[in-house]
């Protein structure tokens, strides 16, 4: 069961990966200039902001929420933590030419007592159009000393859901 949920939560941080999207500009800003940029649209095929989609790994499919900032950061959103545990993600993405980036993502998987139980390490590079993006990549699983346990391939498929990001 631990390597099940261990997989699903690895989806969840490689769809946040896959979230990264092309940006604008390299130049950090604060919350308040990330909702201004993304009222005046122009992020408008970056990725500052909330996104949701699916993200596939040979197994399964994981639905998962994920919030990337101006300053080329971005968090995993959802699923929340439960009593059980959950999994915490960040990372970082860079644009690679016009609609175009890659990101490398990091997520920490803990029980319900907050040990870490392992963690998921993600490349990928993606393609933005239209408020949508899909992208392909790598991931692996380690348990908790960075043991390698996986390797594996995933593609993802996310949409916007909000031009403001959420707090990480």
């Known amino acids: 069961m631990t390597r099940r949920i261990s997989r699903h939560l690895a989806v969840l941080g490689t769809l946040g990966a896959a979230l990264l999207l092309t940006a604008t500009t390299a130049t950090a800003r604060s919350g308040t200039q ?3 940029a993304a009222s005046a649209g122009s992020h408008a095929s970056g990725p500052v902001g909330v996104w949701e989609g699916a993200v596939a790994i040979p197994g399964g499919e994981v639905e998962a929420t ?3 900032r101006s300053d080329g950061t971005l968090c995993l959103v959802a699923p929340p933590p439960g009593p059980d545990g959950g999994v915490e993600g960040a990372g970082r993405w860079v644009s690679t030419g016009q609609n175009t980036f890659s990101f490398r993502v990091t997520e920490r998987f803990f029980d319900g007592t907050g040990a870490t139980t392992g963690y998921l ?3 990928h590079s ?5 408020g949508r993006f899909s992208s392909s990549g790598t991931g692996a699983f380690y348990d908790a000393g960075w043991t390698l346990l996986d390797s594996f391939t995933a593609t993802s498929r996310m949409h916007r859901t909000s031009p403001v990001p959420t707090a990480c």
């Open 126 to 130: 993606a393609v933005v159009h239209a």
């Open 121 to 123: 390490r993600a490349s």
């Open 34 to 36: 990330d909702r201004a």
């Open 66 to 68: 994920m919030s990337f």
